[in-house]
């Protein structure tokens, strides 16, 4: 089993940033894949971006630019820093992982709000 744990959500002003971490514990090769995906109310999830073991991103193109991935195998962690945020990146953020897509193991998720 694996257990993923995230943190850093929050409230933050549009126009703000936050940093979105996740820890995962367990069986560490089945970390080959970590990411983010998002869901706000009524919508589904969907990707914000994930990154490989090998350090290869992979970002929802409507967040290229503002959103930045990344990892440290050495800690089994994932970070998402999240830049000039958009009320409209409001939504129940989570972290995921998996030996391949699609994600097979999910955290608890971590709310993101931005006021505008």
């Known amino acids: 089993q694996v257990q993923l744990v995230e943190s850093g959500g929050g409230l933050v002003q549009a126009g703000g940033s936050l940093r979105l971490s996740c820890v995962g514990s367990g069986m560490i090769y089945s970390l080959n894949i970590m990411g983010w995906y998002r869901q706000a109310p009524g919508k589904q999830r969907e990707l914000v971006a994930d990154i490989t073991r090998d350090i290869i991103t992979n970002y929802a193109d409507s967040l290229k630019g503002r959103f930045t991935i990344s990892r440290d195998n050495a800690k089994n962690t994932v970070s998402l820093q999240m830049n000039s945020l958009k009320p409209e990146d409001s939504a129940v953020y989570y972290c995921?992982?998996?030996?391949?897509?699609?994600?097979?193991?999910w955290g608890q998720g971590t709310q993101v709000t931005v006021s505008s």
């Open positions: 995921a992982a998996g030996f391949r897509r699609p994600m097979r193991y």
